[in-house]
């Protein structure tokens, strides 16, 4: 019982765990926002988007193929909405906040042979051995 304890206690369980019951609140947020305000406003646009109607039948057998049409402008509708109203904003935002950033210096350079990438201050590749001209400043 104690490995048990052990094992739910650890940061990344509960943080899965969190991640799971955020993921679908969301989930239920983003398919509101389609069904209740971007659904109709395509409706006052192009009609009625409801293709359920739609269905062909092969020796007695129906196919309804529009709920599976529905399913999929639902599916794209929802993609848009994360895209345009959680990524790129999300995007915006770190991009905002790194800006000033200045990135790392390298720690490793490509050796001009075989291409792998070896440690900065190596005078010899690890993979094929040939030479290497030292970084700047060493």
Same mark, same amino acid.
């Given at each position: 019982?104690?490995?048990?304890? +052990? !094992? $739910?206690?650890?940061?990344?369980?509960?943080? %899965?765990?969190?991640?799971?019951?955020? @993921?679908? *609140?969301?989930?239920?947020?983003?398919?509101?926002?389609?069904?209740?305000?971007?659904?109709?406003?395509?409706?006052?646009?192009?009609?009625?988007?409801?293709?359920?109607?739609?269905?062909?039948?092969?020796?007695?057998? +129906? !196919? $309804?193929?529009?709920?599976?049409?529905?399913? %999929?402008?639902?599916?794209?509708?929802? @993609?848009? *909405?994360?895209?345009?109203?959680?990524?790129?904003?999300?995007?915006?935002?770190?991009?905002?906040?790194?800006?000033?950033?200045?990135?790392?210096?390298?720690?490793?350079?490509?050796?001009?042979?075989?291409?792998?990438?070896?440690?900065?201050?190596?005078?010899?590749?690890?993979?094929?051995?040939?030479?290497?001209?030292?970084?700047?400043?060493?």
């Amino acid at each position: 019982m104690n490995g048990f304890k +052990k !094992f $739910m206690m650890r940061g990344n369980v509960i943080d %899965l765990a969190v991640a799971v019951v955020m @993921g679908a *609140a969301f989930g239920a947020v983003v398919t509101e926002l389609v069904k209740d305000l971007i659904t109709p406003l395509i409706a006052a646009i192009v009609g009625k988007p409801d293709f359920s109607s739609i269905q062909f039948t092969v020796n007695n057998s +129906k !196919f $309804m193929i529009g709920n599976f049409i529905n399913a %999929l402008v639902s599916f794209i509708l929802i @993609g848009i *909405a994360v895209y345009f109203f959680v990524v790129l904003p999300m995007n915006s935002l770190m991009a905002r906040m790194h800006r000033g950033d200045v990135p790392p210096d390298p720690t490793v350079k490509k050796c001009p042979e075989c291409l792998s990438d070896v440690p900065i201050a190596a005078r010899r590749c690890a993979f094929c051995t040939s030479p290497l001209e030292l970084a700047a400043g060493h």
